[in-house]
């Protein structure tokens, strides 16, 4: 079975930083990208960061500079470094991925920048 857990969500200052983790099971992990997305209190669920299988990442506009996504093919396991962070970073972030012809999702941890 294939699974996604994400986790290292918490309540932070504005200017703080934290870093997510996304461990995958149930499928050969090394060989596809991982893509991070985040859903706002009220709003629709937006792409925001994508590693893939060698490590070449991208980004949404707003986290340029701020965040950076990483792997580690050995652990199974993604990660989203996020720093500098404003409240509008505030939301649940998911880990995504492609296997098999459908899209995988953890079921989220919630991050929330506030004073």
């Known amino acids: 079975q294939v699974q996604l857990v994400e986790s290292g969500g918490d309540s932070v200052q504005p200017g703080g930083s934290l870093t997510l983790s996304c461990v995958v099971s149930?499928?050969?992990?090394?060989?596809?990208?991982i893509y991070w997305y985040r859903q706002a209190p009220g709003s629709s669920r937006e792409w925001v960061a994508a590693?893939?299988?060698?490590?070449?990442?991208s980004y949404e506009n707003p986290v340029k500079g701020r965040f950076t996504a990483t792997r580690d093919n050995d652990k199974n396991t993604a990660y989203l470094k996020m720093d500098s962070l404003t409240p509008k970073d505030t939301g649940t972030y998911f880990c995504?991925?492609?296997?098999?012809?459908?899209?995988?999702w953890g079921n989220g941890t919630l991050v929330t920048v506030s004073a």
């Open positions: 995504n991925t492609l296997y098999d012809g459908r899209d995988r």
């Open positions: 149930g499928m050969p992990f090394r060989l596809y990208a």
């Open positions: 590693v893939t299988q060698s490590g070449f990442t």
